[in-house]
């Protein structure tokens, strides 16, 4: 059974970088995207990326020049990082693998537990 | 940017009622919809992929449809732990795109 298990600095200041891991068991990266998506207190969903075992990256337009993803392959494992945060980029952050069956596209699952990242002076 | 505008926005309903939300993109997204199920403190958990396929594990009372601009996930009939919130998500390959809906929550009536 794949499980995603997700670390990093939960309190930030503003101006800080945020960086997240996800840690990848029972599977491994080829074959697979990557994903990141966090979720505002009280509010809905929203993508932030992806990434391949590779390190072929695509982005939200609205976070693209601050956000860099990152995988060691090594460690079975995949990162975030969002520049220059303000208290707007405070929320739950997940990490999720997104999976392809014959091209067609089959989801996020299984999710990471989530990170509260809080921005705050 | 494909917009995913989900209704309604709460659906109030008792236990072994049929629930029926709604999921309209902006613009065709063919049939890559998928439909996720999310309860307070836990993470999305994938209910429906491709529109109308379930996933592994998920109840034969979920059910998913649609093509195109609109899409339908149905709860046959209501149990206890279905009272969540409920998000509809897009995927387009080129331009890669991404979007979430912004979620029906269905509530104890």
């Known amino acids: 059974q794949v499980q995603l298990d997700q670390w990093g600095t939960g309190l930030l200041k503003p101006s800080e970088t945020l960086t997240l891991t996800c840690g990848v068991k029972?599977?491994?990266?080829?074959?697979?995207?990557w994903n990141w998506s966090r979720q505002s207190p009280g509010k809905g969903l929203e993508w932030i990326g992806e990434?391949?075992?590779?390190?072929?990256?695509t982005y939200n337009p609205s976070l693209k020049s601050r956000v860099t993803m990152s995988v060691d392959t090594s460690k079975n494992q995949f990162s975030l990082k969002l520049t220059s945060v303000t208290a707007a980029d405070t929320a739950v952050y997940y990490c999720?693998?997104?999976?392809?069956?014959?091209?067609?596209?089959?989801?996020?699952?299984?999710w990471g537990q989530g990170t509260l990242v809080t921005v705050s002076s | 940017e494909i917009l995913l505008t989900q209704s309604p926005d709460t659906l109030s309903l008792s236990p072994g009622e049929r629930a029926t939300l709604s999921c309209r993109a902006s613009?065709?997204?063919?049939?890559?919809l998928t439909w996720y199920q999310q309860k307070p403190g836990q993470p999305p958990r994938l209910l429906i992929a491709a529109a109308s396929s379930r996933a592994s594990g998920v109840p034969a009372r979920f059910s998913g449809s649609g093509s195109e601009t609109d899409f339908t996930l149905t709860i046959s009939s209501l149990e206890p732990e279905d009272f969540a919130v409920y998000y509809c998500?897009?995927?387009?390959?080129?331009?890669?795109?991404?979007?979430f809906g912004g979620g029906t929550k269905v509530e104890i009536k």
């Open positions: 029972g599977d491994s990266l080829p074959g697979y995207w």
């Open positions: 613009q065709s997204v063919g049939t890559s």
């Open positions: 998500q897009q995927r387009t390959s080129w331009p890669p795109s991404l979007t």
């Open positions: 999720a693998k997104a999976s392809y069956l014959w091209g067609t596209y089959r989801g996020f699952d299984p």
């Open positions: 990434i391949n075992e590779r390190g072929s990256a």
